[in-house]
């Protein structure tokens, strides 16, 4: 879901952004500090407000918004490597949706994260309106049917 909603901020050229109230020092190398300078814009373009802070730091003073609860700091780092091996300003469209899927996944429900009960509902909510929602963007799927035989099976029921 968050992959998608990325995808249609990307198409829209509206990134929702979240202003910080402590802003996200990250220390970084020349190659990366390089990397970030040329892709500044792209960065930009992703909704994350960053600027020079020293020689060999950045700081973050906004995020997407749908990355706010996500470590962030883990994501940048690594986009900023990739970009630094790559080298590239200009980047394809599919390097493009490597980025959202990178993001999305700093962004999402992460396995053994205990939710309540309203969060669960809505995150049904949510899939049954979002589109491509039967598997994640790595092709692992988002849900599983069942059988009454195999869901007794699991629960060990009439044995």
């Known amino acids: 879901m968050v992959y998608e ?33 040329a892709n500044e814009s792209l ?19 906004a995020v997407p918004a749908l990355l706010v609860r996500s470590n962030v700091t883990g994501l940048l780092q690594d986009m900023l490597s990739e970009l630094s091996v ?10 493009i949706n490597s980025i959202l899927s990178t993001m999305a996944c700093h962004g999402s429900v992460r396995a053994n994260r205990e939710l309540k009960i309203d969060e669960m509902n809505q995150l049904l909510r949510q899939m049954e309106a ?19 035989e195999q869901l007794d099976g699991l629960f060990m029921r009439g044995q």
């Open 5 to 37: 909603r990325f995808k249609q901020q990307w198409q829209e050229k509206k990134f929702t952004q979240q202003p910080l109230l402590v802003p996200i020092v990250l220390n970084v190398s020349m190659d990366e500090l390089s990397a970030w300078q």
């Open 86 to 95: 790559n080298e590239v300003s200009d980047l394809p469209e599919e390097k």
């Open 130 to 148: 979002t589109l491509n929602i039967d598997q994640c963007n790595h092709g692992r799927p988002t849900w599983v049917q069942l059988s009454m």
């Open 43 to 61: 960065f930009s373009k992703f909704g994350f407000e960053m600027e020079l802070y020293g020689q060999s730091q950045l700081r973050v003073n």
